[in-house]
């Protein structure tokens, strides 16, 4: 049975990761707050969703088992719905008497475990000598520092109005970073394959870098209307 949804969720998913790839793209360059960025966003938000959620259960399909696809498709996951999220709360944030609900809560703890099992991948494989448990290691920190804003937050240590706009960039552009991940490690082979896993990651830190001086300066933020 499981194997039958193999080539269904596979399609699914190569069609999530592309809408993902385009859309976010295209949200990443426009104007923030603007009418493209809002509709290639939820675009890429619906296409994240699909390409993570199907990883996961691929993951699991007889003769296909992936621990590490496991991982990165539910830290992905975290990404994109704790980045969609903020942007709820940031809304709501208007209203008095704001107040976090369950959903936050398990998103930040849905989080948490991927970021943990990451990193006990990453241990385990140093321990054997597997130079390529580098990169779930890279990946499980900067879930568990993604889950520590998350802590902060929900502990009252900042409020949505700091930290809001902040979260809301990192961690989509962290997803968009991923679907590029995906695209290079599945179309492009060569010795050092770690290289392709990390390679985005360094060059999206610095476009993420760009855009936060940007757009979460005092100035900037109000032009952002999300």
Not at 129 to 138: A, E, K, L
Not at 189 to 212: E, K, N, R, T, Y
Request: some cysteine; aromatic content about 12%; hydrophobic content about 50%.
């Amino acid at each position: 049975m499981m194997e039958q949804l193999f080539t269904p969720l596979l399609i699914l998913h190569i069609l999530g990761g592309s809408a993902g790839l385009i859309t976010g793209t295209i949200a990443a360059s426009v104007k923030k707050g603007s009418k493209p960025h809002l509709v290639s966003g939820k675009i890429f938000f619906w296409g994240m969703f699909l390409a993570s959620s199907s990883a996961l259960v691929l993951s699991w399909i007889p003769g296909h088992e992936s621990i590490f696809l496991f991982a990165v498709g539910g830290f992905t996951l975290y990404m994109i719905l704790s980045g969609y999220r903020i942007v709820l709360l940031k809304r709501k944030s208007k209203q008095q008497n704001l107040r976090f609900f369950s959903t936050d809560y398990l998103i930040t703890l849905f989080g948490l475990s991927f970021a943990v099992f990451l990193l006990i991948q990453s241990v385990k494989g140093l321990l054997n000598g597997n130079t390529f448990s580098i990169v779930p290691g890279v990946f499980g920190l900067i879930c568990l520092s993604y889950v520590l804003l998350d802590i902060r937050l929900l502990t009252g240590n900042t409020t949505i109005k700091q930290s809001w706009l902040y979260n809301h960039i990192v961690r989509m552009m962290g997803a968009m970073i991923a679907s590029y991940t995906a695209f290079l490690v599945v179309n492009v082979h060569i010795d050092m394959q770690w290289i392709l896993w990390l390679l985005p990651s360094v060059i999206g830190s610095i476009f993420i870098a760009i855009l936060l001086r940007k757009y979460t300066l005092p100035k900037n933020n109000a032009h952002v209307k999300h």
